[in-house]
């Protein structure tokens, strides 16, 4: 659970094999292993907390004083209407 009790989504519920972080605000951008951030941080890991920590050197939060707002650092393919790449080669096939 996070600070305020709610639920997270782990790191093992990721519905992709690779993990892409993109911002924004800037043109940063990061894909990682999944298998390689389960080893590193735990299948349980939260997502928002993997997202912070990920991103907490983004040179946009640097400059702001509470640490968060100003980053805009979002899982791309959790992003609404983003596909698999299975599903991009179904919708390719037909």
């Known amino acids: 659970m996070d600070e305020a009790g709610r639920q997270q989504v782990p790191l093992a519920e990721y519905p992709s094999e690779t993990v ?3 911002c924004g605000r800037c043109d940063r951008r990061g894909r990682y292993p999944k298998a390689a951030l389960i080893e590193r941080h735990g299948a349980g890991i939260g997502l928002v907390t993997l997202l912070n920590y990920l991103s907490w050197a983004c040179r946009q939060s640097l400059r702001d ?4 707002t100003a980053c805009r650092a ?3 393919e959790l992003e609404a209407g983003s596909r698999t790449p299975a ?5 390719r096939e037909t």
């Open 20 to 22: 892409t972080l993109a």
């Open 87 to 91: 599903e991009r080669e179904v919708s």
């Open 65 to 68: 004083p509470w640490g968060s």
């Open 74 to 76: 979002f899982y791309v």
